[in-house]
């Protein structure tokens, strides 16, 4: 059969149909062990799955415009907050394959991240990855869907999920990859409520996808593509992708400056993606190209001064950098996990450290934001998730959790990481 990507606009238009400490620690987590421990502690073991995420958030305020009222109002203004602030713009940038010490630890290479933007914002050393691979870790994170056997292994063929029937906790149950239409993502309840989202993806964008039941190319074996497919989940959903707005709600990342230029082109979630050549992974893009950390400062360096800058950030905004998954394979191979990880529906029983469900390892969460102080006090008795940090994002934004971002172990992130105002400068 002939292998194309597809890159249209559907004929499809559719309608958007005082923080507390709650878990203990071990000493035995795999990443401890990793070259360079923790960046500004050593990284102590958060507890595995039978531990909640984090203090449990207070329920968001009701306006659709970000947790206003009295959310983040309360307490000393410089001091941190007891509630969640009122984020009104989250920027997501989203790196590859490397565990926690690799891109925040001490010996980093990726000098400009660990070295200087480390020290402007709040480092969550305990934040773990639920899913190995890419595409796994990234969906969940959009959607709160446990991965597939396919999306596990990045999709090499591009097929709709079969039989598609629905799960405990919202699970979408069968193989394959493009989730069916009534499959929600936060881009989904964005929309709904009349909020904005953008996918910015490297040398990507323009909803460019193999044509369903195909191989996908840009995710076989040695594909020197730059931006393969599962750089962007949210071409995996088919309310996405049959949609006539696909091609502007997922862009290139030459169109993120102009949108930053004001708050209003700024969309209220904003998830940004450099390419195999920049994302970090330990896999070189092409023959000869050094590869890990060290390739992400560029981007980082070109894209992050101008969203710090953005009036949508100066007004109430969220810059969160972490990582897709932590390696699943290799001497720094990690598949610890927190939180109350659970056993996914659509893969085999596996396990990770001391019995846990097998998650996708200790990788690491950066926040910049005026809500949190530069080199605030770390809060590492508080682990926390991929699920964890999207139930935040919905609750900022006054939406319900979905999939396993509802469930009891993903509480969304403490309000003490934040200051109950907005810092000067």
């Excluded at 660990?114 to 402007?120: D, I, M, R, S, V």
């Excluded at 936060?186 to 904005?196: D, E, F, I, M």
């Excluded at 696909?246 to 209220?268: F, H, K, Q, W």
């Excluded at 001497?331 to 998650?359: E, I, K, M, V, W």
């Amino acid at each position: 059969a002939e292998v194309r990507l597809v890159s249209e606009t559907p004929p499809v238009s559719t309608t958007a149909t005082t923080a507390t400490t709650l878990t203990t620690h071990s000493t035995s987590r795999s990443s401890a062990a990793k070259p360079g421990g923790g960046h500004r502690a050593a990284a102590t073991s958060s507890s595995t799955t039978s531990t909640s995420a984090t203090a449990t958030s207070s329920t968001p305020a009701s306006s659709g415009q970000g947790s206003t009222g009295s959310t983040g109002s309360t307490g000393a203004a410089n001091g941190p907050a007891t509630k969640l602030p009122p984020i009104k713009h989250v920027f997501v940038i989203m790196l590859a394959d490397e565990p926690y010490a690799a891109v925040f630890g001490p010996e980093s290479k990726a000098t400009y991240l660990a070295h200087t933007l480390e020290h402007k914002g709040e480092l969550l050393v305990h934040f773990d990855a639920v899913a190995h691979e890419d595409l796994a870790g990234e969906i969940a994170l959009i959607s709160g869907q446990g991965p597939t056997e396919e999306t596990a292994a990045n999709c090499a063929n591009y097929t709709s999920i079969t039989p598609a029937a629905g799960g405990p906790n919202e699970q979408v149950i069968g193989q394959g990859c493009v989730y069916p239409k009534l499959t929600e993502t936060l881009g989904s309840q964005l929309t709904a409520k009349h909020l904005t989202w953008r996918a910015y993806i490297e040398d990507g964008g323009g909803c460019t996808h193999p044509a369903l039941g195909t191989p996908d190319p840009s995710s076989a074996a040695g594909s020197t593509i730059l931006s393969p497919t599962y750089l962007d989940p949210f071409l995996y959903f088919d309310s996405v992708i049959g949609s006539q707005l696909c091609g502007s709600e997922n862009a290139t990342v030459t169109r993120l400056a102009g949108d930053l230029e004001n708050e209003s082109t700024t969309p209220n979630f904003s998830y940004i993606v450099p390419d195999r050549c920049h994302d970090a992974s330990p896999n070189p893009c092409s023959p000869g190209v050094l590869a890990g950390p060290a390739d992400a400062d560029s981007f980082l360096e070109s894209v992050v001064p101008k969203i710090l800058a953005s009036p949508a950030y100066r007004n109430n905004g969220l810059l969160v950098i972490t990582v897709d998954n932590a390696p699943a394979t290799g001497q720094y191979a990690d598949s610890s996990s927190c939180c109350g990880q659970p056993q996914f529906p659509d893969l085999p029983a596996s396990t990770g450290p001391a019995g846990s469900a097998r998650g996708g390892g200790q990788v690491g969460a950066l926040l910049l934001s005026p809500y949190v102080k530069a080199v605030a006090a770390e809060h590492e008795e508080l682990p926390a998730n991929t699920f964890s940090l999207l139930a935040t994002f919905e609750d900022f934004f006054s939406l319900g959790h979905l999939g396993y971002a509802g469930t009891s172990g993903a509480s969304a992130l403490a309000p003490s990481l934040f200051t109950a105002s907005p810092q000067a400068g």
